[in-house]
């Protein structure tokens, strides 16, 4: 019998010996393995933490004590510890698990997390709670090296340092590897500065020191002095000592029994505590270890070759012909730079994600990956802006949030000639409600300055991204984790700001539709024409600033206007359209806006949440015709 069929709550997890814990290892990285190549998810960060979290459990009493995931990509190893195994292979689908912590999942993720940096700040409001309640509880947090660099997790840090509050922090470092010399040094030098011993000796010399007349406070202050200068010569802990932790470390994140000591080791110490875990990304699977950034958030794959099925067209046994929209945007951007050296790109650690790598193997001066830093991103664009070039910024609908007063602030306030591509705006389906980009037209609209479009297809995407780089202004694209229609219609007129396009006559209702939405509602009309419904069906192009004229006229035509959008409902595209048909006193028009409700929507796949929300064109269909219409 497999050790895993056992362990059910990591109470059980206590009950193995450390001999057994590298086997439980390897069944668990064979359970991720085995729902990942199915699912899809984030393989080769959870393959990398598996001895860490079964470390982090063995030694800790969760959910009494917390344990804080950063970013969540690598939870999965907790899960499975934690009364969750059984349901782990319906990791990613609709009402299964989720794959990132959850609050409402379980009682062992105390917060519902997907982006990055935060858990040192919540992490530190636990440990005031606990303070104030006067309970003692453990605080500890797993943060990774990318987002370390964010800046809410180093003003969480200074803060941290500054009050002394009791907490743990893991720095899972997995992009360095570990010299055998400096980690047999730093194993010993762990082994020794963790010890109980150890630590009570410092605290009693201390305390005999003080007593000293005139000299005590002086000679502490020498004796922390020279510690934390030996110290720095061997271990590369500086900057954390300064802002107030104890370092510890690097150590082998892959030997159980060397973490479970040292963690059992600094459990007795006050103060914040920072201890440095060198891990490697995709450990255990050949694959994921060679190529850990396609197995960071990977597709379904075959587990004996590693590769992908996302591509492959199972039942014709060839590639899907249509490329992605951000295929579409990265193959355009690079020819359009080839001809325009002012054109300059910025991500925030998503270069491959938003298709910019391969801009920067043919411009690598011109492209800007500045880590999970999404505000320093738009800064940074602002500036480029004002030296005189063209920043293009590729980020994830659901990150671009993190940015919000810097484009305010330093771009459209300035009225800079910044262009957002907007990825992932929409329903992106598995990662879950951390990651849907469905509020960017609602926090974006509201910003004056700001040209907004979404393009029905990849060759009006096109159109757009040339339309942005020629206007002299701030400018969003946004657009969907999906690929083009296969059969893309022809433009019927260029693009002119704030202008629509009619695709289709009608004389019954209008359907005034946004990006993704087009096509839906194009086929959506086509089958209202079968039942003896005429429907007219607009392209809008432009979610701000809107086509006042065109909505004007196609409203009095049909008095019945259907606004169709890939994004909550509330303060979105509909309701621009019915803010203006009020302004306007057009009290004869009826509108019906569709679109997705102001709530956060769990995972699943995109095609399956379109359809429970009515954005296909049979829901589209049966939403107009349970309308209440006057």
Known sequence: MRILENINSPAELKNLSLGELPGLAQEIR??????????????????????????????????????LWDTGHQSYAHKILTGRRERFKTLRQLKGISGFPNKEESPYDPFTVGHAATAISTGLGLAYARDLKGTKEKIVVVIGDASLGNGMAFEALNHAGHVQKDIIVL??????????????????????????????????????VKKIPRVGSKAIVAAKRLEEGLKNLIVPGMVFEEMGFRYFGPIDGHNINLIISTLKNISGIDGPILVHIVTKKGKGYEFAEKFPMRFHSAAPF???????????????????????????????????????????????????????????????????????????????????????????????????????????????????????????????GDDGATHQGIMDMAFLRTIPNLIMMAPKDGTELKAMLKYGLNFNGPVSIRYPKSRVPERELVMGSELEIGRSEVLREGKDLTIIAIGSMVY????????????????????????????????KDWGRKTNRVITVEEGIEEGGFGSAILEFIESQGLWDIQVLRLGLPCRFIEHGTREILLKEFDLTPAGIVNRIKRAKWA
């Open 302 to 428: 075959n587990i004996e070759t590693g590769k992908g099925l996302d591509k492959v067209d199972a039942a014709m046994g060839r590639e899907l012909p249509c490329p992605t929209y951000t295929e579409v945007l990265s193959a355009e951007l690079i020819r359009l730079a080839a001809s325009d050296d002012k054109i300059v790109t910025i991500t925030a650690a998503m270069s491959g994600g938003t298709g910019l790598d391969k801009f920067l193997k043919d411009f690598p001066d011109r492209f800007f990956d500045v880590g999970i830093a999404e505000s320093h991103a738009v800064g940074l664009s602002a500036g480029l802006a004002q030296g005189g070039f063209k920043p293009i910024v590729a980020i994830y609908s659901t990150f671009l949030q993190r940015a919000y007063d810097q484009i305010i602030q330093e771009v459209c306030l300035q009225n800079h000639h910044v262009v957002f591509c907007v990825d992932r705006a929409g329903l992106v």
């Open 171 to 208: 720095l899972n470092d997995n992009e360095l590897s570990i010299s055998p010399s400096v980690g047999a040094l730093s194993r010993y030098l762990n082994r020794i500065i963790t010890a109980p011993l150890y630590n009570k000796a410092r605290r009693e010399i201390e305390t005999f």
């Open 520 to 551: 839906p509602s194009l086929e959506a009309a086509e089958i209202l024409r079968d039942e003896g419904v005429d429907a007219a069906v607009i392209n809008a192009r432009f979610i701000k600033p809107i086509d006042e004229e065109l909505i």
């Open 30 to 67: 064979d359970e991720i393995i085995q729902a990942v190549s199915v699912n899809g998810g984030h393989l080769a960060s959870n393959l990398g933490v598996v001895e860490l979290t079964i470390a982090l459990h063995y030694v800790f009493d969760a959910p009494r004590d917390y344990i």
